[in-house]
């Protein structure tokens, strides 16, 4: 089963405003990452964020960490059509070499 | 830096048949692991290699098989494909064991199992 569970699982927006997606997790991790896929393709790394990290930016795109909630939001801020694709998470967990990807959230950015 | 590349982009085989899937990861990289993404599986993770070793196996059949070369390059294999294989393959490299840095991911390769 997966380890991350994106919420909510489809976003459709306009074009300029925020877009927030939340990812939770169930055992311990040493960091998350969230990626983005547009259709058909690789996964673009968007940011990795460590288990001792609360909050990262990057541009546009700010990740928060609750490890206590085991939760991760990423916010994209003055959302644009290029933004819409596919967003993931993926833990990275103690006790073992894994990443595990959560089932995406799918973001639409109207124009 | 050149990213990760993977050949072919594209595959149509059939049934029975078997496939190989090529990776060469960013240099400088030592780990390199192989994901299968289906709409109704997601994204699951096969394998992982790191110094020539497969490390990390996910919960795939035996068909399922890979291998790294001195060099970091990887190729994944499947034997007697079955329609169920029928997905995007993708790989991901990154310079320390997969988990624990970030992962830079390939294009892909669109397997059809016709």
């Given at each position: 089963?997966?380890?991350?569970e994106?919420?909510?699982q489809?976003l459709?927006?306009?074009?300029?405003?925020?877009?927030?997606?939340?990812?939770?997790?169930?055992?311990?991790?040493?960091?998350?990452?969230?990626?983005?896929?547009n259709s058909?393709?690789?996964?673009?790394h968007?940011i990795?964020?460590?288990?001792?990290?609360?909050?990262?930016?990057s541009?546009?795109?700010?990740?928060?960490l609750?490890?206590?909630?085991?939760?991760?939001?990423?916010?994209?801020?003055a959302?644009?059509?290029?933004?819409?694709?596919s967003?993931f998470?993926a833990?990275?967990?103690t006790g073992?070499?894994?990443?595990?990807?959560?089932?995406?959230?799918r973001l639409?950015?109207?124009? | 830096?050149?990213?990760?590349?993977?050949?072919?982009?594209?595959?149509?085989k059939?049934?029975?048949?078997q496939?190989t899937?090529?990776?060469s990861?960013i240099?400088?990289?030592?780990s390199?692991?192989?994901?299968?993404?289906?709409?109704?599986q997601?994204?699951?993770?096969?394998?992982?290699?790191?110094?020539?070793?497969?490390?990390?196996?996910?919960n795939?059949p035996?068909?399922f098989?890979?291998?790294q070369?001195?060099?970091?390059r990887?190729?994944?294999?499947?034997?007697?494909?079955?329609?169920?294989?029928?997905a995007?393959?993708?790989?991901?490299?990154?310079?320390?064991?997969?988990?624990?840095?970030?992962?830079?991911?390939?294009p892909?390769t669109?397997?059809?199992?016709?």
């Open positions: 089963s997966q380890q991350g994106e919420d909510p489809a459709s927006i306009q074009e300029g405003e925020n877009a927030t997606m939340n990812c939770s997790y169930k055992t311990s991790i040493n960091n998350l990452q969230w990626y983005r896929q058909g393709r690789g996964l673009v968007l990795l964020i460590r288990s001792n990290e609360r909050e990262k930016h541009g546009r795109l700010r990740v928060t609750d490890t206590s909630k085991k939760s991760s939001s990423l916010l994209i801020t959302s644009r059509a290029a933004d819409t694709a967003y998470c833990t990275g967990n073992g070499f894994k990443t595990i990807f959560g089932a995406g959230t639409f950015v109207k124009a | 830096k050149a990213g990760v590349t993977q050949t072919p982009r594209y595959l149509i059939t049934r029975g048949q496939v899937l090529s990776c990861p240099s400088g990289h030592r390199v692991s192989w994901y299968q993404q289906t709409p109704g997601g994204l699951q993770f096969l394998f992982e290699y790191f110094s020539e070793t497969q490390r990390n196996k996910g795939f035996g068909r098989s890979g291998r070369f001195s060099n970091s990887s190729e994944m294999n499947v034997s007697t494909l079955e329609l169920g294989d029928s995007l393959y993708l790989c991901a490299s990154s310079r320390d064991r997969v988990g624990t840095d970030t992962q830079y991911f390939g892909g669109r397997l059809t199992v016709l």
